[in-house]
């Protein structure tokens, strides 16, 4: 169907959506449907709205994944490009912390989700209820791999091995493993610091370009997201960590590269900066440095520290169709700590 008729169809049928007394007058403002204002009609009665609606979700969501799309594209709230079902994505980090919570809402969204991780397989509860959610949600098993990113052909073997496992299908990539080390530039050791660029750079490069690999050869394309961190732009006041900072700053610069080469493909490539967030990794630096956590609570604009639930829209966002124009691009979610 021409996007012309589509987005006409959505103007005409959007205004039942809008829960408002008779009689308001409203401007939509939603781009791609209408920007002019709307009268509401007041004879549209409930079960009649609820049937528009459904027809105007099936509308969209035929118009966006063909005819007869296995798509719940009625679910309330819920709109039907960030459906993940049927989508395989790998996690890097996903034992704990942010690479945890997102394969949970990756999951939630529909998504099967391997994650792969240096530690042993967790057995905490946050991990276990993952776990338990992929099955009972999706039917799927949460798969762990345990592997050390930074070992290029572990992690090529680990992605054909998912690949083959799931016929083929690598549609999304998110690498979140990393490591944090406080320590002034003067006294940083060279093993130290080669070690932090060898699993926050080279490890992220390892597991996007392994991803690329099995993406180019199904050759459906796919979505590969980044995880860096504000730190990649600006000196944190009072946190002494070059290494790191620099690091994710290559992180931001790697994406775009990727991006850059991988377009050809419809491989996008994105990387997320985050601002603080309470994780180990964190909350381990808290016990060594008191004061840290209030003083870094105070340096953003809305006065606190993040929790990593609060990326949750942005993973499903990246990896989905939601964001299909999107690639070569730093998303930046710091409660404005970069923005005073
Ligand atoms: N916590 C924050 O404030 C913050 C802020 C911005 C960005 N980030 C980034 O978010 C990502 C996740 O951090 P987190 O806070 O959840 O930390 P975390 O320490 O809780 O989790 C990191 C995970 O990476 C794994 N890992 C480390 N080295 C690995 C290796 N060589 N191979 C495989 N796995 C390895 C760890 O085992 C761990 O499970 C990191 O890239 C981090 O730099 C964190």
Redesign the pocket.
Known sequence: MALKQITSRLALRATPLIRLKPNKTVNLGWRGFSAAPQQVQPSITASAALLQRKRLYSTISSALYGEGSSIDASKKNILPEFDLKGKVVVV??????????LSEALIEAGATVHA????DK?ETEDFQRVASLSLSLNDKEFVYHR????HRLQVDQTFAEISEAEEGHIDGVL??????NICPALEYKSEDFDKML???VT??FNVARAGAKQMVEAGNGGSILM?????GSIANKGLICPA?NA??AA?VQLGRNLASEWGVHNIRVNTL??????????T?LFDSHPGMEQQWEGDNMLGR??T?DEYRGAAVFLMSKASSFMTGADLKIDGGHTAW
């Open positions: 890097s980090g996903g034992a704990q912390g942010l690479g945890l919570a792969l991780d240096l530690q967790p592997i050390d990113v930074t690498a979140a493993a990393g490591i944090q060898r699993v926050n490890g992220c995880i860096a961190s504000m730190s790191y690091s994710k992180v900066s985050p601002g603080y967030i309470r994780t180990n990794m964190l381990s520290l993040s990593p």
